[in-house]
């Protein structure tokens, strides 16, 4: 299973960044992957906090358009939204004093352990300091 991150999701949603065409492109991969995709729900708050900030550079997205983005992905794109499990606690907390993440980085952690419970074993994404945990590639698809 494909896990798309919310980088991805952004530009995706916003036609005006560079990276536009090359993430629809990259979405629309993950929508037809046999395996299946998704994205955490963690991913959509990040997303609707980038996407709907009153002081974005450009026009905001209005809050019907970033709703209609995310339920398009799951209604056309047969997207799942995945939610942490029972234990992301605690997996979360060991493994970032083994990572010794710092910082920000801790959102990344959350995605990925959460998107690999869920059983994906890739995510998908532009930042090339995502934190990678054992078991799920990561995996820049605008650099193929």
């Not at 993950?30 to 990040?46: I, Y």
């Not at 060991?94 to 980085?105: D, N, T, W």
Request: glycine share 6%; proline share 6%; with cysteine.
């Amino acid at each position: 299973m494909i896990a798309v991150d919310t980088n991805l999701l952004i530009y995706a949603h916003r036609s005006a960044t560079e990276q536009h065409r090359a993430a629809r492109t990259a979405i629309e991969a993950a929508c037809n992957a046999p395996q299946g995709w998704g994205f955490c729900l963690n991913n959509v708050a990040e997303f609707w906090s980038m996407v709907a900030h009153p002081s974005r550079s450009g026009r905001p997205s209005t809050a019907v358009q970033a709703s209609a983005f995310i339920q398009s992905l799951i209604s056309e794109g047969d997207a799942q939204v995945w939610l942490p499990g029972p234990d992301l606690v605690d997996q979360l907390m060991q493994l970032a004093v083994e990572l010794k993440i710092a910082g920000p980085r801790i959102f990344d952690l959350e995605i990925a352990l959460t998107a690999f419970e869920n059983g994906a074993r890739e995510i998908w994404t532009h930042d090339r300091n995502f934190v990678a945990i054992p078991g799920l590639r990561v995996v820049d698809p605008l650099r193929r």
